[in-house]
């Protein structure tokens, strides 16, 4: 992945280096260089076949191309942020989230996220995740897009952002292609306590208590809004 590239051009530095205190022709430290450099770009191609092998089993519920399937519960997915979908996958994997009683899809994504065996894991899907072109969900719910414009910003762009895509330093998810009932779902599931009360899940903390302040009149008007921003 890109998070290797900097170990490669530093060997390719130490090689040029060698090179010269060793008396080595200029052409060699050249060739040794150039040979660092054609492995780190192949780096990325690596990852995201692992990442693409790794989602496979992803494939039955969130679709070969990431965009969800809101019979099954399953979010669309495709271009999602990469550190929130890694978080979330930890999350799953730790039961900070898909724990809680009466959370069915969620106990059904954990053992999905416990199937994967690490960290490099984790990261490789999340950022094939990351690299699918987001694609724009069917609207199912209808609501006052004006209104619910006014109220994505007043409580929801400081974190998720003008448009909807997310913050990656914040670890907040693009909202753009989960699907509208999905989004619906979640918020109920904050305000349910089934989400973001686990001692350790400081984000989902943050999230339940502002789930706690939408009517579900106004949640509508939310997603009725996030709706008009994937069409565009």
């Not at 170990?7 to 040794?32: H, K």
């Not at 724009?136 to 952002?161: F, K, M, Q, W």
């Not at 706690?212 to 106004?218: G, L």
Request: aromatic share 6%; hydrophobic share 40%.
């Amino acid at each position: 992945m890109l998070r290797n590239i900097p170990v490669y051009f530093a060997l390719a530095i130490l090689a040029v280096s060698c090179g010269g205190n060793s008396g080595d022709s200029g052409e060699t430290a050249s060739d040794d260089k150039d040979a660092a450099v054609t492995e780190a770009e192949s780096a990325p191609a690596v990852a995201e076949g692992n990442g693409r092998a790794l989602y496979a089993p992803c494939v039955t519920c969130h679709g070969a191309n990431g965009e969800g399937n809101m019979a099954l519960n399953a979010p669309g997915i495709a271009g999602q942020s990469e550190t929130y979908v890694a978080r979330q996958l930890w999350e799953f994997k730790k039961g900070l989230r898909g724990a809680e009683p009466g959370d069915l899809p969620g106990a059904q994504m954990r053992p999905m996220a416990m199937a994967l065996a690490d960290g490099e894991a984790i990261a490789d899907v999340a950022a094939y995740i990351a690299s699918m072109p987001a694609t724009t969900p069917p609207v199912t719910i209808e609501g006052d897009a004006d209104n619910g414009e006014r109220l994505y910003v007043s409580l929801c762009g400081a974190c998720h952002g003008g448009k909807a895509w997310g913050n990656e330093a914040l670890f907040t998810p693009r909202l753009t292609m989960l699907g509208d009932s999905y989004v619906v779902r979640q918020v109920k599931k904050f305000q349910e306590g089934m989400r973001g009360t686990h001692e350790d899940s400081t984000h989902g903390k943050q999230m339940a208590l502002m789930a706690k302040t939408v009517s579900d009149e106004e949640l509508n008007d939310i997603v009725a809004y996030l709706n008009a921003l994937a069409a565009e």
